[in-house]
């Protein structure tokens, strides 16, 4: 399957932004998707995903609370619902997805989306 996000902007500090990955060349059923995100000169950070057969989301403590992930089935579509923005999150954020019924720590995404640039003032 291959990956589109788009949404990205530039927001104030405090705004909010969705971002949008939608699925082309196949469905995300079985899948799951999430994102990721980096910084120049970081690694890449998790920042949350949705096991799509069931809903379950899973995030990092750096989001936890602000951000939310929900899917769209009829669009194949998964949303990152990014609210309380802060500087720190500005980033090129990562659509990503792999084959799976349930997501662990450390799992190994095998589907990359080309990134979205967020920016976020202060």
């Known amino acids: 399957v291959q990956l589109q996000a788009s949404g990205g902007g530039l927001v104030q500090a405090g705004d909010s932004l969705r971002l949008s990955c939608a699925a082309s060349?196949?469905?995300?059923?079985?899948?799951?998707v999430g994102w990721f995100r980096q910084t120049p000169g970081k690694e890449r950070e998790f920042v949350g995903i949705?096991?799509?057969?069931?809903?379950?989301?899973n995030y990092a403590d750096s989001v936890k609370g602000r951000f939310a992930i929900s899917r769209d089935n009829a669009k194949n579509t998964v949303y990152l619902q990014m609210n309380k923005l802060r500087p720190e999150d500005a980033a090129v954020y990562y659509c990503?997805?792999?084959?799976?019924?349930?997501?662990?720590?450390?799992?190994?995404?095998?589907?990359w989306g080309q990134g979205t640039q967020v920016t976020v003032s202060s």
């Open positions: 990503v997805a792999r084959r799976g019924f349930a997501y662990y720590t450390g799992m190994v995404f095998d589907s």
């Open positions: 060349g196949g469905t995300f059923r079985n899948y799951v």
């Open positions: 949705i096991v799509w057969s069931d809903g379950s989301t």
